[in-house]
Structures are given as C-alpha cells and as structure tokens.
C-alpha cells in the first residue's frame, strides 16, 4: 500500500468547515477522523487494512456516527457495510459455538407453565379465568 503525502495527513487533520462538529482529534482513533472529516476514500483504506468499524472513541461514537454528524453519505455507506460483514462473521462465529455446546448436552425437555396472577382476591379469579396462560414443553433431542 503506498504511503501517503504530508499533504494528504495536513488535509485529513485540518478542522472540519462544519465548526460546530470541530474537536480535538487527539482522542480519536484514524477511522473516526477519516468518517468525520468524510473522507470516503481513506475511510476504505482503513478499512481494508483491518480497522474495526465497530471500535468506539471516548465519548462512545462510532465511526458510522461520525460519518452521520458530518453528513457524509459515501463514508456512512462504507461504514455501514463494514458494519453489517462484521456483525455476520461475528454471528457464524457464535452460532458455531452454540451448536457445538448443544450437541454435547445430553438429551432433556423441559415444560415451561405461564399465567398472569393477582394478590387481589377477585382480580385473581378473573385474570385466571380470562387472561391467557399457556405450556409450552421444549425437547432436545440428538
């Protein structure tokens, strides 16, 4: 990856013309100046060289936040994606492992009984005459 101009750093450090959005910088990490000074193309770099789009600054933002606040459809848009490709590795990851643990349970149901109840005597009788109540039985099998 070539490296980039001073130039190119000067611009993505120089304060946004959006004042009220300006602050410090010095707190955030490069993906988050990169999304709020909407620089879509170094955005994508960063991205492509492993930086977590789910990574939060110390006042809790993301980077697509950021993109947000300054109006930056292209960096929001990329932001977005990276987003939504992490949060489905993460949840293959942990599907994996869920279906792993249940296949080594041991086979077992479970019956599960619900109603709404009242300490007071006649909303009591009422409630479990015509409130809805139900079993549910659960089986792992296998």
Do not use: F, N
């Given at each position: 990856m070539p490296r980039a101009s001073s130039s190119a750093?000067?611009?993505?450090l120089t304060p946004p013309c959006f004042?009220?959005?300006?602050?410090?910088?010095a707190f955030l990490q490069p993906l988050h100046i990169?999304?709020?000074?909407?620089?879509?193309?170094?955005?994508a770099a960063l991205l492509a060289a492993g930086l977590s789009p789910s990574a939060r600054s110390s006042r809790g933002w993301t980077p697509l936040?950021?993109?947000?606040?300054?109006?930056s459809m292209d960096a929001a848009r990329l932001l977005q994606r990276a987003l939504l490709a992490?949060?489905?590795a993460e949840l293959k990851a942990?599907?994996?492992?869920?279906?792993?643990?249940?296949?080594?349970?041991?086979d077992y149901s479970?019956?599960?009984?619900?109603?709404?109840?009242?300490?007071?005597?006649?909303?009591s009788m009422l409630l479990r005459?015509?409130?809805?109540?139900?079993?549910?039985?659960?089986?792992?099998?296998?």
């Open positions: 750093h000067a611009r993505l004042g009220s959005l300006y602050r410090s910088t990169a999304a709020l000074r909407g620089h879509s193309e170094a955005v936040d950021e993109a947000c606040a300054a109006r992490e949060l489905k942990k599907r994996a492992q869920l279906l792993h643990t249940m296949r080594s349970m041991p479970l019956q599960l009984k619900w109603q709404l109840g009242s300490s007071l005597p006649g909303l005459r015509y409130a809805p109540h139900d079993t549910y039985t659960i089986w792992k099998v296998g």
